[in-house]
Structure formats: structure tokens, C-alpha cells
């Protein structure tokens, strides 16, 4: 409009400041499309104006120009020009309720829990409980798309009288939500029984016996 070459003002920031306070905005986007033997490519720079009005190269990337293309540009310019939304969702499901959940440590919520809003990339993931042994996993969280953690915290009790009494008193669970370690479901295997014990224990004495009789030397009277 007023004769400035700005398509010339490639990484001259003097330049581009100019066009900022003539458009009068605090971001511009710039890009060029190349061609790399059969392949073309988009690149794309980002110029941002902070809180003093100076210009900075905010950030930059390429693209190829092929299926998908286009979130990819959505998702990288998300990440430069609006960090605090470039996020995912996190949802953790369990078998156990009232279990802490606990994401690079710091605790976030009980199970269960949907729709945690983290920001995206790999996250460590601790889901604890008193009477269950914990559940750890590293989690990959995409922009714009939810994970789910399954955490089965059944399968590992962790329970001694003494915590199982504690929490069967206060009303958090009750005995049937409350597995003795060593249990399955709940229950003792029969070998951990007095009566499997009882038995086990003639059974081998009955086969100590036997074994002796049969290799003790022969008397000599």
C-alpha cells in the first residue's frame, strides 16, 4: 500500500517490526514452500512482539506437503503462538475407587478420573492406594486427543490385618473390597488353609518315611 518491498524482508527483523506496527498486530507468520526432488515442502517462521514491543523469531518448522499436512501446521503453530492450549486429555479408569492419582508428582485426582487436561508429551504416571501395591506407567499425551490408562490395582494387594482393619473400621471399604495379600479374589487357595496345610504336611512326611525305609541299609542281627 505504501511501496514497502515487505516480501523482502525475509529474517530482517528491523523490517518486520515495521510491518507489525503497520498492521497492527503482535504476531506474523511467514512462509515459503520449497521443493526437494519430488517432494514439496512448507516452511513456516513465527515472529512474536513480548511485553516490551521487541520482535523475536518465536519458533519455526517444515512440513511436508502431503496427507495430513495441515494439523500438522495447526499443531505446531498451537505450540508457538498459544502454549497453555496445546494439550491433551488424560483419562484413568481403575478397578479400585478412591485411588490417588498422581502425574509428575503432583496429585490430580481419585479414580476415577476423566478429562485431565495435561499439556502434551510424555508424562509419569502414579496411581497409589493403601491397600494395593502402586501402579506406574509413562504416558505419551497427544495435542488434541485423549489416552486412556487402564490401572487393574486388584491384582497386587498389598494388605496386612492391621491396614485392613483400619480401613474396614473408618468405612472406606468393606471385607469383600479388602483381598489379604495372598488372597485371590478375596479368598485364601486351599493350599494356604489349615486343613491344606495339615494335609501337605502328612504328605510329606509320609514320603520322608517312605524314602528313608527304602534306603536304610539292611540290619545285621
Same mark, same amino acid.
Given at each position: 500500500?505504501?511501496?514497502?518491498?515487505?516480501?523482502?524482508?525475509?529474517? #530482517?527483523?528491523?523490517?518486520? /517490526? #515495521?510491518?507489525?506496527?503497520?498492521?497492527?498486530?503482535?504476531?506474523? @507468520?511467514?512462509?515459503?514452500?520449497?521443493?526437494?526432488?519430488?517432494? %514439496?515442502?512448507?516452511? @513456516?517462521?513465527?515472529?512474536?512482539?513480548?511485553?516490551?514491543?521487541?520482535?523475536?523469531?518465536?519458533?519455526?518448522? /517444515?512440513?511436508?506437503?502431503? =496427507?495430513?499436512?495441515?494439523?500438522?501446521?495447526?499443531?505446531? $503453530?498451537?505450540?508457538?503462538?498459544?502454549?497453555?492450549?496445546?494439550?491433551?486429555? $488424560?483419562?484413568?479408569?481403575? #478397578?479400585?475407587?478412591?485411588?490417588?492419582?498422581?502425574? #509428575?508428582?503432583?496429585?490430580?485426582?481419585?479414580?476415577?478420573?476423566?478429562?485431565?487436561?495435561? *499439556?502434551?508429551?510424555?508424562?509419569?504416571?502414579?496411581? /497409589?492406594? !493403601? +491397600?494395593?501395591? =502402586?501402579?506406574?506407567?509413562?504416558?505419551?499425551?497427544?495435542?488434541?486427543?485423549?489416552?486412556?490408562?487402564?490401572?487393574?490395582?486388584?491384582? %497386587? *494387594?498389598?494388605?496386612?490385618?492391621?491396614?485392613?482393619?483400619?480401613?474396614?473400621?473408618?468405612?472406606?471399604?468393606? !471385607?469383600?473390597?479388602? *483381598?489379604?495379600?495372598?488372597?485371590?479374589?478375596?479368598?485364601?487357595?486351599?493350599?494356604? /488353609?489349615?486343613?491344606?496345610?495339615?494335609?501337605?504336611?502328612?504328605?510329606?512326611?509320609?514320603?520322608?518315611?517312605?524314602?528313608? %525305609? +527304602?534306603?536304610? *541299609? =539292611?540290619?545285621?542281627?
Amino acid at each position: 500500500k505504501e511501496n514497502i518491498p515487505y516480501r523482502l524482508c525475509r529474517g #530482517d527483523l528491523v523490517c518486520w /517490526t #515495521d510491518l507489525m506496527s503497520k498492521l497492527k498486530v503482535d504476531a506474523i @507468520v511467514r512462509n515459503e514452500i520449497t521443493r526437494l526432488g519430488g517432494q %514439496y515442502f512448507l516452511y @513456516v517462521q513465527v515472529y512474536l512482539k513480548n511485553k516490551q514491543g521487541k520482535l523475536h523469531a518465536a519458533g519455526s518448522f /517444515t512440513v511436508a506437503l502431503k =496427507d495430513g499436512w495441515l494439523a500438522q501446521v495447526e499443531e505446531m $503453530l498451537t505450540r508457538i503462538l498459544v502454549p497453555w492450549k496445546f494439550v491433551g486429555q $488424560l483419562i484413568i479408569e481403575s #478397578d479400585v475407587k478412591g485411588a490417588r492419582v498422581v502425574v #509428575d508428582g503432583a496429585s490430580v485426582c481419585t479414580t476415577p478420573c476423566k478429562g485431565i487436561p495435561l *499439556p502434551a508429551g510424555v508424562h509419569a504416571i502414579r496411581i /497409589t492406594h !493403601e +491397600l494395593y501395591r =502402586d501402579f506406574i506407567k509413562f504416558v505419551d499425551v497427544r495435542y488434541n486427543s485423549s489416552v486412556k490408562v487402564t490401572a487393574n490395582l486388584m491384582a %497386587y *494387594p498389598k494388605v496386612t490385618g492391621r491396614l485392613r482393619a483400619r480401613a474396614m473400621k473408618s468405612g472406606r471399604i468393606n !471385607e469383600t473390597e479388602a *483381598p489379604v495379600a495372598g488372597t485371590v479374589g478375596g479368598k485364601q487357595p486351599w493350599y494356604a /488353609t489349615k486343613w491344606g496345610i495339615a494335609a501337605i504336611t502328612a504328605a510329606a512326611f509320609a514320603v520322608s518315611f517312605t524314602a528313608g %525305609y +527304602l534306603l536304610a *541299609p =539292611d540290619e545285621v542281627v
